[in-house]
């Protein structure tokens, strides 16, 4: 069984909040939450309060990384790591993004198509991440918002892969 994961984009309207997203997956009992590297975690005193409130909980971390990282992503990136090792990053691919490590991580990798449903895009993407012993997230929401329902093939797909599927969405709660 796959584990859930709240993703801070499901907080999209109050800024991809890191820490609402950490109190909503303490709330609604998620596995972990996964956490878009911005902003605000270059605030140090917000960035405390984060890995605070993340040691005291029990939830997995997955760092997200934006498509470009820079360098004060990847310091923010670093740190998150160093403090909490077994957590696991991703972003988005692209056909023509070279594998990633960081910090002795590999990155994983989710589906990036917006707008229309990809099932070729989907399943290169799992496949990348299968190639490289690595972490793949399915963002439901970029093909949901395509108006297409998901197809048979790749729901079973999804019940075969081993690892952590993180089912993201925008919205708070369709993610609950």
Same mark, same amino acid.
């Given at each position: 069984?796959p ?7 499901a ?26 590297i911005?902003?605000?975690?270059k ?18 971390? *997955?760092?997200? %990384?934006?498509?470009?990282?820079? #360098?004060?992503? =990847? ?6 790591? !160093?403090? $909490?090792?077994?957590?696991?990053m ?32 989907i399943?290169?993407?799992?496949d990348?991440?299968?190639? *490289?012993?690595? %972490?793949?997230?399915?963002?439901? #929401?970029?093909? =949901? ?6 197809? !048979?093939? $790749?729901?079973?797909a ?10 993201e969405h ?7």
């Amino acid at each position: 069984m796959p584990e859930v994961y709240l993703a801070s984009s499901a907080l999209a309207k109050e800024k991809f909040d890191c820490l609402r997203t950490v109190e909503e997956g303490i709330n609604k009992e998620f596995d972990g939450v996964q956490l878009y590297i911005n902003p605000s975690l270059k605030n140090n005193r917000y960035f405390a309060t984060l890995v605070q409130e993340l040691a005291t909980s029990r939830l997995g971390l *997955l760092l997200h %990384l934006p498509d470009i990282p820079a #360098g004060d992503d =990847l310091i923010v990136a670093r740190e998150l790591l !160093r403090q $909490f090792p077994e957590s696991r990053m991703l972003i988005h691919y692209q056909p023509w993004t070279r594998e990633i490590n960081l910090a002795g991580k590999q990155v994983g990798w989710e589906n990036s198509v917006t707008g229309r449903y990809d099932p070729s895009h989907i399943l290169e993407a799992m496949d990348q991440a299968i190639n *490289l012993n690595s %972490l793949f997230v399915f963002d439901i #929401g970029r093909s =949901l918002y395509a108006g297409v329902g998901i197809c !048979r093939v $790749f729901v079973e797909a999804l019940r075969a892969y081993r690892g952590t599927v993180v089912l993201e969405h925008e919205d708070l709660g369709m993610a609950v």
